[in-house]
């Protein structure tokens, strides 16, 4: 898992080597990837591209991630992205196995990273499109970093029984959430072999708050000395 507070670039990565199949996380970086290239391109989203991202991160729809796929070139066109947005870790999945790109939870807060600062190559409105998806996804599908806090939430998750872990599940969650004492986190927490998806969720959930409780005490710590 990695984590990092905004306002003080406070930041904590464990398990720094650990790589994961992203399943639906990965649609996140689809889209911005299609926003980078409609940047280049100098033009807006179709309302096509538009209907498809949004069903591709509020309600997971995998159909529309694999039109966005195609759209972007692929894996091809999502490494392209990645080079800009400096992802070093991250390898697309062969393909249409768009699911079966591999990740590090530090590379997912990158990415995050690319949502919320002014010196990403996304555009500001095109921040703010991605963050309005993500703060809008189904509620059914809300779990995860959401219970290090749901204030300013804005989250993906993914989900995916791997055949090559005998069928354990791979659990990921992606996200920024504020806690109660008002700091921002971005928070990835990736995981897998867990022998039931609950169990995978429980596992990622208990985590996202253990870890931002433990940074909200050190900030606290840290400002009481001041």
């Known amino acids: 898992m990695s984590v990092r507070e905004l306002s003080t670039g406070l930041s904590y990565t464990y398990n720094r080597g650990l790589r994961t199949a992203t399943a639906s996380i990965v649609k996140v970086d689809i889209v911005v990837a299609l926003l980078l290239m409609a940047q280049r391109r100098h033009r807006g989203l179709t309302g096509w591209e538009r209907r498809s991202a949004a069903r591709a991160v509020k309600v997971s729809d995998n159909a529309a991630a694999s039109a966005l796929w195609s759209a ?3 894996a091809s066109g999502l490494a392209t992205a ?22 590090t939870a530090a590379d997912q807060v990158r990415l995050l990273t690319a949502l919320t600062s002014p010196k990403s190559p996304l555009s500001a409105r095109n921040r703010r499109y991605v963050l309005g998806l993500m703060s809008d996804v189904t509620p059914e599908q809300s779990w995860g970093v959401s ?6 939430m804005a989250l993906k998750n ?46 990622v959930e208990q985590v996202a708050k253990l870890v931002t409780q433990a940074l909200t005490k050190t900030l606290s710590k840290t400002a009481n000395r001041r």
């Open 147 to 152: 219970a290090a806090g749901r204030k300013g």
């Open 82 to 103: 990645h080079r800009k947005l400096g992802l070093r870790d991250t390898t697309p999945g062969p393909g249409g196995a768009w699911g079966s790109t591999t990740t």
């Open 158 to 203: 993914g989900w995916l029984p791997r055949p090559r872990d005998g069928g354990r599940w791979t659990v990921n969650s992606i996200g920024r959430v504020r806690d109660r004492h008002g700091h921002t986190y971005l928070i990835a927490v990736i995981s897998h072999r867990h022998r039931s998806m609950s169990a995978g969720v429980k596992t």
């Open 72 to 74: 972007i070139g692929g």
